[in-house]
């Protein structure tokens, strides 16, 4: 793999979930806009950056097909660790900027929190982008949860591609549709400010 995946597996290795800058305790936020999605409960979610997220043990619990992807081994490790088995898991190890396999269920939702902003080259924004839109089903929600335009210029020692509004809308393209979107202060574990902005869509029928 590549170095990026090096300096996850550093940072997952040599942490406690609650010491990870991006830790979420609450997941009200995120929440509130997967509340909005119908049948939510039966659906597939795809989560770009999984990591150790409380919000997969939430959404298993709800009823939730997952697919759970990360491009740190360790993270996943950790993770099959806290929640064992369940055949209503696919692990993806895999750079979210690179085809998907072929194998990958469609998804009804995808959620990404704070894992698009790390990708800096135009190539691979585009990519990514490319990945959400052949991830979903015509009908389903994205909801993507980014560093703003205000906000810090790095996080995790690297830097960082932030989003307005109106550029994330342009990249989602004419496919999708913005239902909502929030700015939001997320309070990082040691208690430092981090503007994010929620942005949630839907992908037209065609």
């Not at 750079?95 to 995808?110: E, G, T």
């Not at 906000?151 to 932030?162: I, K």
């Not at 342009?170 to 549709?177: A, Q, S, W």
Request: hydrophobic share 40%; net charge negative.
């Amino acid at each position: 793999m590549t170095t990026t995946n090096k300096h996850w597996n550093d940072i997952f290795s040599a942490n406690d979930d609650q010491e990870l800058g991006w830790y979420e305790g609450d997941l009200s936020q995120t929440l509130k806009f997967i509340d909005q999605v119908p049948q939510h409960r039966s659906a597939t979610v795809f989560l770009p950056g999984a990591g150790t997220s409380l919000l997969v043990d939430e959404l298993l619990a709800r009823g939730c097909d997952l697919i759970l992807n990360d491009i740190s081994d360790k993270a996943l490790d950790k993770l099959k660790n806290r929640i064992g088995v369940d055949d209503r898991l696919v692990w993806l190890h895999h750079d979210i900027f690179k085809a998907l396999p072929d194998n990958i269920p469609q998804s009804d939702l995808w959620i990404d929190r704070a894992v698009l902003h790390f990708l800096l080259d135009e190539g691979a924004i585009n990519k990514y982008f490319e990945n959400l839109n052949s991830a979903l089903c015509q009908g389903g929600y994205a909801l993507l949860a980014e560093f703003s335009i205000e906000g810090a210029s790095m996080c995790a020692g690297l830097e960082l591609h932030r989003y307005s509004i109106e550029e994330m809308t342009e990249r989602m393209g004419e496919d999708f549709e913005l239902v909502e979107y929030e700015k939001y202060t997320f309070i990082n574990p040691f208690g430092d400010p981090r503007p994010y902005i929620y942005a949630f869509y839907r992908k037209n029928n065609g």
